[in-house]
C-alpha cells in the first residue's frame, strides 16, 4: 500500500516510541500537522516561538532519555532556533530537528522562504541532511535517530521538501529503527595503565561532568570515589549541566572556580587527576596563567570521544570507551582493593582529611546564608537558602539564574537525587523556562522547579503560554534584581575602565521595570510576587501540590558581588 513520505515519517517515529512532537508550523509543515490530526499515537506541543519550542524539546530529552522530535518553519523559524540548537549541540542533547523546505520544483527560482538551512545547522548538529527522494526519507529518519542518540551523542537535522512529504510511494523500506550497543569497555593495556597510575597517587583526584549521569554511571562513579577516598571535584558553573556526583556525599568537592588561575590552586594539591565525563575545559574569560592544570598533575581522562580525549592537556592515559563500563571496570579493582588492610588504612586518611574540608566548606556556606537571613530585599543567598529548606527528595531544578542560583543547592547538599538537576552548557538565553516545561512533561510524578533570571526568562517567556495550554504544573521563580548581572561582573573581570567604577551602558531592565506578573497572566498562568523569603517557602512547597503551572515573581538585592564566583 503507498502512504506519503510525511506518513511513513510518523509510523517509523512512533514504532520508536516518540509520543512528543514540538513545533511551531507554516506552510511547508502542514502535511505534517494535517496528518496528525485524529492521530492519537502523538501529541503535538505547540509554541508559540521557536525558542521556547526548541528549548521544551531539550528538557524532554535530556530528562526522558529519549529522541526529542521538533519541526520548526522553514528558514525563518529555524532562524529563530539557532540559539537553542547550539545549546542542544552543547549539550550533547539527542534531538531530531526537522523542518519544511519548499517544493524541489520551485527552488531553483529560489522562492519566498527557502534556504541553505542544511549548511546553516551543519556546524551544531551531528548530521545534516535535506531528503531529496520519499524513498530516502525512511533510510534517513532511521540514520538520524541512530546518529542523535549514539554517544557522543547530539543533535541531527532534517529538511524535508514539502513535495517529499506529501509524495505517495509503495516501495519504502519501513525496517524500525534500532540502536546499536555501545557499551564499549575499556581497552585492557590503557585500563591497566590507569589502575597503575591511581595505584601510585598520593593524592588523587577525580574531575566529573555531565556525562556521567547522561550515561547512567553515577553509582560505578561513587563506588570509584570510596574506594581511591578521592574527591570528586565538578565542572565549573558554565559547563555545569547536570549533577556529576551526589550533592550530599561527603566526597563531593564541590565545583571548579571559573578562572585559569583559581583553577590552578584549587588543583595544585593533586598529583593525578581522572577526569571523566567532561570537556577539559571550556573556559570563558582569558586570564594568566592561561593553563588552568598544574604542570604536575597526570592526567588521566575517560571519554565516549575520541576527539575529547587530550584535546586540550596531554593526558598521562587516554581511555576511549563508554563510561559506565570503564568506571565500573576501574571501581572494581580498587574496590578488591579495600580487602587489604594497608590500602583500607590509606584511604580511610584520605577519606577523613577530605570530608572535613567539605564539611567546613558548607557550614561556612550556611553561616552566610543565616547572616543575610533578614536583609531585604532578599539577597541571592536569601532567596536560595529559603527555597532549600523546602526542596523535596524527587525534585526536578532547572537553572538559568546563574549569578542567584550559584550551585547553592548543590553545596548546601539538598540535592536529593541524581538526575533532576539541569544547568546551562550552551549560554543562548530563554532556555530555561522550556527545559522545565519538557522535564515536567517527562516526569509528570515529579515536581519541578525553575529558576530563572528576569533577564533570560524574557527570552523565552511565550513558553508560559504552552504549560498554561498543556496544563503542565512547573513552578517558575523569577530571580529579579532588573539587571544583567553577569555581565557587570564580567566587565569587571576583564578590568574594563567603566565598569570598574559601576558605570554601565544596556544593563539595567529599569524604567519601565518588566512586569512578571502582568506577562505571566497575560498567557495565562497565574502569578504572585513575593518579598518575603517565608512566604516564598510556603508558596512554593504549596504550589508543588498543584496542578496548573505558577509563577513567583522576587525582587533580589541588586547589590554587585566584587567578582564573578563559583563555590
Known amino acids: 500500500m503507498a502512504i506519503s513520505g510525511i506518513h511513513a515519517f510518523l509510523d517509523l517515529l512512533a514504532g520508536f516510541g516518540v509520543r512528543h512532537i514540538f513545533g511551531n508550523p507554516g506552510t511547508t509543515e502542514m502535511p505534517l500537522n494535517d496528518a496528525l490530526v485524529g492521530d492519537r499515537r502523538f501529541q503535538y506541543m505547540l509554541g508559540l516561538q521557536e525558542v521556547p519550542v526548541m528549548a521544551m524539546a531539550d528538557g524532554y530529552a535530556m530528562a526522558s532519555r529519549q529522541l526529542g522530535v521538533v519541526n520548526l518553519h522553514i528558514s525563518c523559524g529555524l532562524g529563530n532556533a539557532m540559539g537553542m540548537l547550539y545549546n542542544a549541540y552543547r549539550e550533547g542533547t539527542p534531538l531530531l530537528v526537522t523542518a519544511g523546505q519548499q517544493d524541489r520544483r520551485l527552488m531553483f527560482e529560489e522562492p519566498i522562504l527557502w534556504g541553505q538551512m542544511v549548511e546553516l545547522t551543519r556546524p551544531w548538529t551531528k548530521w545534516s541532511c535535506e531528503v531529496q527522494r520519499v524513498q530516502d526519507l525512511p533510510v534517513a529518519v532511521r540514520r538520524a535517530a541512530q546518529i542523535a542518540l549514539t554517544p557522543p551523542t547530539g543533535p541531527v537535522f532534517l529538511s524535508l521538501p514539502i513535495d517529499v512529504q506529501m509524495e505517495l510511494a ?15 569497555p575499556a581497552p585492557r593495556e590503557a585500563l591497566k595503565q590507569a589502575v ?12 566529573a561532568g555531565s556525562r556521567v549521569t547522561e550515561r547512567d554511571a553515577m553509582d560505578e562513579l561513587v563506588m570509584l570515589a570510596e574506594a581511591l577516598g578521592a574527591p570528586v571535584i565538578t565542572e565549573s558553573g558554565t559547563t555545569h549541566g547536570r549533577l556529576a556526583f551526589p550533592s550530599d556525599h561527603p566526597l563531593n568537592g564541590q565545583g571548579l572556580p571559573l578562572w585559569s588561575p583559581e583553577v590552578r590552586q584549587r588543583l595544585n594539591e593533586y598529583d593525578v587527576v581522572l ?6 575545559l571550556r573556559q570563558y574569560i582569558y586570564f594568566e596563567p592561561s593553563r588552568p592544570i598544574p604542570e604536575h598533575i597526570k592526567l588521566i581522562q575517560i571519554d565516549e570521544d575520541p576527539w575529547q580525549i587530550g584535546k586540550n592537556y596531554a593526558v598521562e592515559v587516554g581511555i576511549i570507551g563508554h563510561t559506565k563500563e570503564v568506571l565500573n571496570e576501574i571501581g572494581m579493582v580498587f574496590h578488591f582493593m579495600l580487602d587489604v588492610e594497608s590500602y583500607r588504612e590509606i584511604i580511610k586518611q584520605r577519606t577523613v582529611r577530605h570530608v572535613a574540608k567539605h564539611n567546613a566548606a558548607r557550614e561556612k556556606l550556611q553561616g552566610k546564608i543565616a547572616e543575610q537571613r533578614e536583609l531585604r530585599p532578599m539577597t541571592p543567598l536569601g532567596l536560595m537558602g529559603a527555597l532549600a529548606r523546602i526542596l523535596p527528595p524527587n525534585v526536578a531544578v532547572i537553572e538559568e539564574a546563574v549569578t542567584t542560583t550559584n550551585t547553592t543547592f ?9 538526575t533532576g538537576y539541569f544547568g546551562h552548557r550552551g549560554w543562548a538565553l530563554g532556555w530555561g523556562l522550556g527545559v522545565a516545561i519538557g522535564a515536567k512533561l517527562a ?20 513558553g508560559l503560554w504552552s504549560a498554561a495550554r498543556y496544563k503542565i504544573p512547573v513552578v517558575f521563580v523569577i530571580c529579579n534584581n532588573a539587571q544583567y548581572q553577569i555581565l557587570k561582573l564580567c566587565g569587571r573581570s576583564l578590568s574594563l575602565p567603566q565598569a ?7 544593563m539595567d531592565l529599569i524604567g519601565p521595570e518588566l512586569d512578571y506578573q502582568a506577562l505571566a497572566r497575560g498567557f495565562g498562568v497565574e502569578a504572585h510576587r513575593i518579598t518575603e523569603p517565608d512566604e516564598l517557602a510556603e508558596r512554593v512547597a504549596a504550589a508543588f501540590q498543584g496542578d496548573k503551572p505558577i509563577l513567583f515573581d522576587v525582587p533580589i538585592s541588586r547589590h554587585l558581588q566584587p567578582r564573578l564566583q563559583y563555590g
Open 170 to 184: 509503495g516501495d519504502l523500506d519501513m525496517s524500525p529503527i534500532k540502536l546499536p550497543d555501545c557499551r564499549i
Open 196 to 207: 597503575a597510575l591511581l595505584t601510585k597517587a598520593q593524592n588523587p583526584a577525580i574531575l
Open 275 to 280: 577526569v571523566v565525563g567532561m570537556d577539559l
Open 410 to 418: 548543590e553545596r548546601l547538599g539538598v540535592l536529593k537525587n541524581t
Open 443 to 462: 516526569w509528570p510524578e515529579r515536581p519541578v522547579l525553575a529558576l530563572l533570571g528576569e533577564g533570560a526568562a524574557a527570552y523565552g517567556i511565550q
Open 500 to 506: 570598574n567604577q559601576e558605570h554601565f551602558e544596556g
